[in-house]
T-cell receptor
Framework: DAGITQSPRHKVTETGTPVTLRCHQT?????MYWYRQDPGHGLRLIHY???????DKGEVSDGYSVSRSKTEDFLLTLESATSSQTSVYFC???????????????FGAGSRLTVL | AQKITQTQPGMFVQEKEAVTLDCTYD???????LFWYKQPSSGEMIFLIY??????QNATEGRYSLNFQKARKSANLVISASQLGDSAMYFC????????????FGKGTKLSVKP
């Protein structure tokens, strides 16, 4: 169990309001990721982090910012939410598996965000 | 151009039969990894199997195997002896270059297992 917790799990908000999603991990993983999942698009990378205060943009970063002030927490912020940001957001950490020896992404349970 | 292509939006398979889910990829990087994830209706993403570009043998993990054809750039997932619990979305993904790079996902295939 990679110990990844996302909060909130569900949120409904209005256009123009700020929203912050939190990803918390308990196993000191260096790499953390935020993806969004939309029908017909699979999962797309928003931002990722490779250490405290070290972050970089992904494929769909416009309208999103992130912060990582502690190893265990990776925050995703929508400064002014829009309806196009209605989605399911997944946090992930990179973890080495014993079987394959590969670094595999382990995902949190997801946060469903609805922007009205 | 899409990096990962899954051409089957939906598939049906009879319980206890085998099924192949297609995945083709596009990369010029000689070092890459290929992954399959399962997403049941409950929504969580479950890692199934991994294949490295330099691996000589096809990966297997229980009832899952990855049919890796490097020259064709395909990484099909084979599920043997399908079970009702295999009904889910299946995503193929690729990591290019370094071992900590992010995953690029395909759009997924919805598998339905019929009793």
């Amino acid at each position: 169990d990679a110990g990844i917790t996302q909060s909130p799990r569900h949120k409904v908000t209005e256009t123009g309001t700020p929203v912050t999603l939190r990803c918390h991990q308990t196993e000191n993983h260096r790499y953390m990721y935020w993806y969004r999942q939309d029908p017909g698009h699979g999962l797309r990378l928003i931002h990722y982090s490779y250490g405290v205060k070290d972050t970089d943009k992904g494929e769909v970063s416009d309208g999103y910012s992130v912060s990582r002030s502690k190893t265990e927490d990776f925050l995703l912020t929508l400064e002014s939410a829009t309806s196009s940001q209605t989605s399911v957001y997944f946090c992930a950490i990179s973890d080495r598996t014993e079987d394959s020896g590969a670094n595999v992404l382990t995902f949190g349970a997801g946060s469903r965000l609805t922007v009205l | 151009a899409q990096k990962i292509t899954q051409t089957q939006p939906g598939m049906f398979v009879q319980e206890k039969e085998a099924v192949t889910l297609d995945c083709t990829y596009d990369t010029s990087d000689p070092s890459y990894g290929l992954f399959w994830y399962k997403q049941p209706s409950s929504g969580e993403m479950i890692f199934l199997i991994y294949q490295g570009s330099y691996d000589q043998q096809n990966a297997t993990e229980g009832r899952y195997s990855l049919n890796f054809q490097k020259a064709r750039k395909s990484a099909n997932l084979v599920i043997s002896a399908s079970q009702l619990g295999d009904s889910a979305m299946y995503f193929c993904a690729m990591r290019e270059g370094g071992s900590q790079g992010n995953l690029i996902f395909g759009k997924g295939t919805k598998l339905s297992v019929k009793p």
